[in-house]
């Protein structure tokens, strides 16, 4: 009887252990009303990313890399501040300053890269200088949407999903866009 109820009891810790792990897992997906909602905030960003503003300034880049653009790092990068000039320059820039008017609602940031994964514009410093080799810019590159899991943001501490569409010349990507969603705000 003894053997008997202590198999009972370790059935049920094991499967109280697989249901709880399954319940993780499930959360991380999202539901279809929430996946409608995230699926109608790309379509707003794949309208923004073919923004003359924003096809203008990752054509611009892509033709001539500023020079310190060329010296930067990722290490460097984590050592400026979100109040260094160098780092304001891609905030106030047109494109940085298209971006900041769509900030708003659900969209607690946004970064514009170019084809090489660097940086263009942005509403807050980024913690990446390059996002080059990063699913968010290579598949963007490739021509497809990418979408992250739900995760807390290093920088803003929300809990956020992130999107990221091509830029597009004609049907050609030359850049990405990526843009973090607020799940509080979806």
Known sequence: ??????RIILGLLI??????????????????????????????????ASDPAILSAVKAQNASL??????????????????????????KNPAGEFLKGKKGGAVIRLFLSDAA?????????????SHKGDPKHEQPMAGKIWQGPV??????????IQVSVPVLDG????????????VSQL
């Open 15 to 48: 499967l109280g252990w697989a249901n709880s792990t399954l319940s993780v897992s499930r959360a991380d997906a999202l539901d279809p009303a929430m996946q409608a909602k995230v699926d109608a905030q790309i379509k707003s960003i794949q309208t923004w």
């Open 117 to 129: 994964g660097i940086k263009v514009a942005f509403t807050t410093k980024t913690l990446s200088w």
């Open 171 to 182: 049907d050609k990507p030359i850049g990405s866009l990526v843009a973090g969603l607020s």
């Open 66 to 91: 500023p020079a310190d653009y060329s010296a930067m790092t990722q290490d460097k990068w984590k050592d400026l501040t979100k109040l260094d000039p160098f780092v304001r320059g891609f905030d």
């Open 1 to 6: 009887m003894k053997n008997t109820l202590t």
């Open 151 to 160: 995760e807390s943001d290093k920088a803003t501490g929300l809990d956020q």
